[in-house]
């Protein structure tokens, strides 16, 4: 887990997913300069690491930040990251 969000652009990622449940993956990384292709594979290491899950809907994915089973498996680490990262990071919303 701490691998998949040790990458700045995936650490944003989550922390959007965290502020819009069931957001599809275009709507997260709206106005992040990165390729599709690397996105991607940045929410296929999120996914892998358990930290987000993914459904089909139509031409859609939704992603969902499992931060239920986050916090029942590692109680009290995500959040502390998330804002860790927002103070960090001059560009992202406040969660």
Known sequence: ????????VRLEL???ARGNPE???AVLAD???VPISTLSNHWRI???AGLISMTVDGRHRRIRL???DLSDRFPGLLDPI??????E?????PL
């Open 89 to 93: 990071s001059p560009n992202s919303e």
């Open 1 to 8: 887990m701490l691998h998949a969000l040790s990458d700045p």
């Open 46 to 48: 999120l996914r892998e």
């Open 82 to 87: 998330l804002r860790l990262a927002a103070a």
């Open 23 to 25: 957001s599809t993956c």
């Open 66 to 68: 499992r931060a239920d």
């Open 14 to 16: 989550v922390r959007r």
């Open 31 to 33: 106005g992040m300069d």
